[in-house]
Each structure stands twice: as C-alpha cells, then as structure tokens.
C-alpha cells in the first residue's frame, strides 16, 4: 500500500474541509451583522403606520380646505401645515433608523475577503451589493419625499396669505402634484430594491 499517497489525499481532504468550514464561519459572521443591521431598521414599521395615520388625517383636511366658509378653510391649511411638520419629524425618526443600519452594514464586508470559494463568495457579493443599491434607493425616496413636505407646505401656507392669487395657487399646486409623482416613483424604486435584499438573503442563508 502506498501510504504516501495515502496521506497526501488525507492531508488534500483536511485542507478542503477546513476551507469549507472558514468560509462558512467568514457567510455566517457577515449574515450575522448583516441581520443586526437590519434589526436597526425596526422601528420604520411604526413610523410608516404613524405617517399613514397623519396622511389619512391630512385627506380629511383637504375637504375642508375647499369649504365655503372661509374660517373653515383657513383653520384646514393651518392644520395641514402643522400635519406636514409632523410628518417631517416622524420621517426623521426612518432617516435616523436607515442610518444606523448602514452603519452597522459596514461592518460586514471585512468578512467578504475571507471566503475562498468562488461561487459562495459571489452569491454573497450579489447581497452585498443589493443591501447597497437599498440604502441609496432609500436615500433617493427620502430626498423626493422631503421635497414633497416642504412643496406642500408652501402651497398651503401660501393659501392664507392675504395677497395669495389663484394663479399662484395653481403653479404651487402643479409643483406639488410633480414632487408627489416623483417621490412615487423612488418609493417603487425603493421597494424593489428591498424585495431583491430579501431574496439574495434568502441564497445567502443556504450556504451557512
């Protein structure tokens, strides 16, 4: 018997194996900061249902803006001014929560380097880039999303002024009606970008 041979294979075996077993502890260590980085994002649950609450409040308001009485209408775009600085500090709150998450992100990619194998390295960077492409969606929706408030707070400020025109009111009104279809389409954009995380987690979690 060739116990050269032998050995020599035994020795292949253990090299392989303990590469296997790096890699796996290198996915689990990056899944594992990548998941605390989500843990971050939490609390964007409740200030979605309490900017939803405040957008339904809103809905409401507008009604009334459009009133016959002129109390009535003043009273509304007062109300719907303050409704939007209450919706600004709330989305602050998701700002606040998107960057922590990156933050703690960051933390993951050191472990990228230390994964041997080709194919699982790459299923790992598909994640890591999608876990990227989300932060700069979110960061596109909420500069859209901004706009949005501070257009809508000028046209209805506007509306008490004692000198406001209706042409004004108009152009102000055309302007808000843009930055409300724009901050839309960043908000899918966003979206897609969470589902595509959500998925290449998904193949990511096999290899562990």
């Given amino acids: 018997m060739n116990f050269k041979k032998t050995v020599a294979i035994v020795l292949t075996s253990a090299v392989l194996l303990a590469g296997c077993t790096i890699d796996k502890k290198e996915i689990k260590k990056y899944d594992d900061q990548v998941q605390k980085a989500m843990d971050q994002e939490k609390t964007v649950n409740q200030v979605s249902k309490k900017i939803n609450e405040l957008e339904e409040k809103k809905q409401k308001l507008f009604k009334k803006v459009n009133d016959k009485d002129q109390s009535t209408r003043k ?34 990619e050191s472990h990228i380097d230390n994964i041997d194998n080709k194919d699982k390295k790459k299923e790992v960077e598909e994640l890591d880039k999608a876990i990227k492409d989300k932060y700069k969606s979110h960061s596109d929706y909420a500069k859209a999303y901004k706009k949005a408030l501070n257009k809508e707070k000028e046209l209805f400020s506007y509306l008490n002024e004692d000198n406001a025109t209706q042409s004004e009111v108009d152009g102000k009104s055309k302007d808000l009606s843009k930055a409300y279809k724009e901050m839309n389409n960043k908000f899918n954009a966003y979206s897609k970008a969470i589902e595509k995380v959500k998925r290449e987690k998904q193949d990511v979690d096999q290899l562990k």
């Fill in 75 to 108: 009273k509304a775009a007062e109300d719907i001014v303050e409704n939007v600085k209450q919706r600004q500090k709330e989305f602050e709150k998701e700002e606040k929560a998107l960057d922590n998450s990156e933050k703690e992100f960051k933390k993951a």
